[in-house]
């Protein structure tokens, strides 16, 4: 997938300035940057879902995680899996819900499920939802840190399996270090920087990746 010349203003402000990227087919690519960077706008672009300059080729397809599930509350976690698939397809339902740890919940509500398990459906219909580009909205963010272990590490295990393309947006550098095979840091719509990661995702959560601290001084440079 590939971003050439992309800029995106919102009146005066320019969310993003000129941007051209290359996504490696098969590689999660953390998109850093302070609030404000236009880390959500690049995703936006992605999706198609904003009028923008420039091109994007190769997301034809794409699935959307975000911070907040989104479930649909009178669906149960099951129903909200099968609003995605085509009715021959329902029976990867159940092996998701294996993964993600829910086969029990199925014909539960999301008001019956924590917001851990919501976010779990959301992880899986994210995956289930058929892309060429998987596009994940700082959905560890709002999760206490056992929480994010464990999705973090669901996230990678379900990613293992067929190794899809994902642009992974986060402002937290150790998620970026754990998931991502590269960072690109976004600064006033601009890409400043593009690290590769070392290592195979996910990685041990205790770990502290060298380039972690690379990015963290990145990020905080001017
Ligand atoms: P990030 O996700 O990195 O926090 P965003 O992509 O949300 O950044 O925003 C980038 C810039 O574009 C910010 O200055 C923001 O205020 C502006 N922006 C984003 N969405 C809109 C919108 N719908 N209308 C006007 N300005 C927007």
Redesign the pocket.
């Known amino acids: 997938m590939k971003l050439s010349s992309v800029t995106k203003k919102?009146g005066e402000?320019v969310?993003l300035d000129n941007v051209s990227l290359d996504f490696e087919t098969g590689k999660i690519t953390a998109v850093l940057?302070e609030?404000?960077?236009?880390?959500?706008?690049l995703l936006n672009v992605i999706a198609g879902m904003v009028p923008h300059e420039g091109t994007v080729d190769g997301a034809e397809r794409v699935s959307y995680l975000f911070q907040s599930p989104k479930l649909l509350p009178n669906l149960s976690a099951e129903g909200n899996l099968k609003l995605v698939l085509k009715k021959e397809e329902w029976g990867k339902i159940d092996p998701i819900l294996q993964k993600v740890g829910l086969i029990g919940k199925k014909k539960a509500f999301p008001n019956e499920l924590s917001g851990g398990e919501r976010q779990r459906v959301a992880i899986a219909r994210a995956f289930l939802f058929p892309h060429d580009v998987l596009l994940m909205d700082e959905p560890f963010s709002s999760l206490d840190l056992s929480l994010k272990k464990s999705l973090l590490e669901l996230t990678g295990t379900l990613w293992r399996e067929k190794r899809e393309t994902v642009v992974f947006v986060t402002h937290d550098v150790h998620e970026a270090a754990l998931l991502a095979h590269r960072a690109v840091l976004?600064r006033k719509g601009k890409t400043v920087d593009d690290i590769p990661i070392s290592g195979e995702p996910v990685r041990d959560f205790f770990a502290r990746p060298a380039e972690e601290e690379t990015l963290v001084r990145l990020l905080m440079q001017e």
Do not use: D, Q, V
């Open positions: 919102y402000t969310a940057g609030s404000g960077a236009g880390k959500t706008t976004l």
